[in-house]
């Protein structure tokens, strides 16, 4: 019912910058949350920064002032403006989107196939 596809990853020395995007798509359903989590081979999934349907913004410690969420809800699309960034940044960035379907009271889980980040120093 709901695709979440990412784009703009790549490879970045650091102190560079990069914006990733994720856009979801499908029918009948409202996004209550939509953020970022950062995956590395061996490591379990973690959450970079999330944002609610009336924008409230939560960070990981380690990206605060660095990496910024937004949100724009009448495209049902997410950013992360992501600065300063640095070698262990590097991971695989991973859509997260929390939705409800029109007339149902069960929330679903839905992500991204995943857009590669690497910060070379």
């Known amino acids: 019912q709901v695709q979440l596809v990412e784009s703009g990853g790549g490879l970045v020395q650091a102190g560079g910058s990069l914006r990733l995007s994720c856009a979801a798509s499908?029918?009948?359903?409202?996004?209550?949350?939509m953020g970022w989590y950062r995956q590395v081979p061996g490591n379990q999934r973690d959450l970079v920064a999330r944002?609610?349907?009336?924008?409230?913004?939560t960070y990981a410690d380690s990206v605060k002032g660095r990496f910024t969420i937004s949100r724009d809800n009448a495209n049902n699309t997410v950013y992360l403006q992501m600065n300063s960034l640095k070698p262990e940044d590097t991971g695989l960035y991973y859509c997260?989107?929390?939705?409800?379907?029109?007339?149902?009271?069960?929330?679903?889980?839905?992500w991204g196939q995943g857009t590669q980040v690497t910060v070379s120093s």
């Open positions: 499908g029918s009948l359903f409202s996004i209550n949350v």
């Open positions: 944002i609610t349907s009336g924008s409230i913004t």
């Open positions: 997260y989107a929390e939705v409800r379907f029109i007339g149902s009271l069960t929330s679903y889980q839905y």
